[in-house]
């Protein structure tokens, strides 16, 4: 059983920069593929980057060249460094596996973008 707990967020203006970080329990962590997804009010949840256990990355669309993440495999954690942010990143984060396990949704944390 793996525990997934989201830190980061908050309240930043178009343009700025915000580091989400998920701290993970459970000794094989380093053998899952990490994603971070958000879910916007009113729309579905959805994966914005994935991260194998080699540090292979994939990314949406919408976040491609602006959102990067990472992994310490040390320390069990995901990280994702968001950059240029837009007023549409708004959203709750949430790390999961890649593909999700229901079990392991967390409370995720919330970004907000808007001036």
């Known amino acids: 059983q793996v525990q997934l707990v989201e830190s980061g967020g908050g309240l930043v203006q178009p343009g700025g920069s915000l580091r989400l970080s998920c701290a993970a329990s459970?000794?094989?962590?380093?053998?899952?593929?990490m994603g971070w997804y958000c879910q916007a009010p009113g729309k579905q949840r959805e994966l914005v980057a994935a991260?194998?256990?080699?540090?292979?990355?994939n990314y949406a669309d919408s976040v491609k060249g602006r959102f990067t993440i990472s992994r310490d495999n040390a320390k069990n954690t995901v990280h994702l460094q968001m950059n240029s942010l837009k007023p549409e990143d708004t959203a709750v984060y949430y790390c999961?596996?890649?593909?999700?396990?229901?079990?392991?949704w967390g409370q995720g944390t919330q970004v907000t973008v808007s001036s």
């Open positions: 999961n596996t890649d593909p999700p396990r229901r079990s392991y």
């Open positions: 991260i194998t256990g080699g540090g292979s990355t």
């Open positions: 459970g000794r094989a962590f380093r053998f899952y593929t």
